[in-house]
Nanobody
Framework: QVQLVESGGGLVQAGGSLRLSCAAS????????MGWFRQAPGKEREFVAA????????YYADSVKGRFTISRDNSKNTVYLQMNSLKPEDTAVYYC????????????????????WGKGTLVTVSS
């Protein structure tokens, strides 16, 4: 009954901002490291950002550093992705995922290392 539900996607112009949310249920969210991934049409799913179980460490793909910020609120079982200065290249379906290891604070967020995935939310950035 593990469930991750993303929200907040939509259509924005280049240079604009969006905040994505991921609501978690059915597992011990407070001990789980969380990540965001994205997949553009015809492309493989790629890592975007991650945050440790207690929020003490964050990691970002080079393509989004300085523009995106990941955060979490364990009291709300929710992970966020604040996206600023959006570019057309950011257009993709964005997925939330939970790492398999409990109390994980490292940077290894591979596609096969996640225990659960959301269904995704579409972000479209127009030129």
């Amino acid at each position: 009954q593990v469930q991750l539900v993303e929200s907040g996607g939509g259509l924005v112009q280049a240079g604009g901002s969006l905040r994505l949310s991921c609501a978690a249920s059915g597992f011990t969210f407070s001990s789980a490291a969380m990540g965001w991934f994205r997949q553009a049409p015809g492309k493989e799913r790629e890592f975007v950002a991650a945050i440790s179980w207690n929020g003490g460490s964050t990691y970002y793909a080079d393509s989004v550093k300085g523009r995106f910020t990941i955060s979490r609120d364990n009291s709300k079982n929710t992970v966020y992705l604040q996206m600023n200065s959006l570019k057309p290249e950011d257009t993709a379906v964005y997925y939330c995922a939970a790492h398999r290891r409990l109390y994980y604070s490292g940077s290894s967020f591979d596609l096969d290392g996640m225990r659960a995935w959301g269904k995704g939310t579409l972000v479209t950035v127009s030129s």
